[in-house]
């Protein structure tokens, strides 16, 4: 192993337990905490600027314990906005899409089109995949 292999190897050991540290942390209190999802969904409001690497674990915690919830349109939005707001654009973009192909005319696409620049597909011919 290379001195630069090595070095790299650490760093990413680094980054890694960081990550870990800040993220999970949220995740870990809001389960333990047995939020509902009113009340989880309040606290990543409140999270999104202030602590956006919280928001964006509550938010991917709400995405596991409550999937396909009438609140799950929002959560998806205020999550990319985490991501962008922790300058992880590409991230970002890719829940984008996702996101306005699952919601082309919802409530929160305008913005999430405007936060990243990825706009929904035309429908009708040539705009379907």
Same mark, same amino acid.
């Given at each position: 192993?290379?001195?630069?292999?090595?070095?790299?190897?650490?760093?990413?050991? $680094?980054?890694?337990?960081?990550?870990?540290?800040?993220?999970?942390?949220?995740?870990?209190?809001?389960?333990?905490?047995?939020?509902?999802?009113?009340?989880?969904?309040?606290? $990543?409001?409140?999270?999104?600027?202030?602590?956006?690497?919280?928001?964006?674990?509550?938010?991917?915690?709400?995405?596991?314990?409550?999937?396909?919830?009438?609140?799950?349109?929002?959560?998806?939005?205020?999550?990319?906005?985490?991501?962008?707001?922790?300058?992880?654009?590409?991230?970002?973009?890719?829940?984008?899409?996702?996101?306005?192909?699952?919601?082309?005319?919802?409530?929160?696409?305008?913005?999430?089109?405007?936060?990243?620049?990825?706009?929904?597909?035309?429908?009708?011919?040539?705009?379907?995949?």
């Amino acid at each position: 192993m290379t001195n630069s292999t090595a070095v790299r190897g650490l760093a990413l050991s $680094l980054l890694a337990a960081a990550c870990a540290s800040t993220s999970g942390h949220a995740t870990t209190t809001a389960a333990r905490a047995g939020l509902d999802e009113p009340t989880l969904m309040e606290k $990543l409001r409140s999270d999104l600027q202030p602590n956006p690497a919280s928001a964006l674990a509550l938010a991917d915690e709400g995405e596991h314990r409550f999937a396909d919830s009438p609140r799950a349109e929002e959560r998806r939005a205020l999550a990319i906005q985490a991501l962008i707001n922790l300058d992880r654009i590409g991230a970002a973009r890719s829940r984008a899409y996702e996101f306005l192909a699952h919601y082309p005319d919802g409530p929160y696409s305008a913005h999430v089109a405007a936060m990243t620049g990825v706009h929904p597909s035309p429908a009708g011919p040539g705009g379907q995949h």
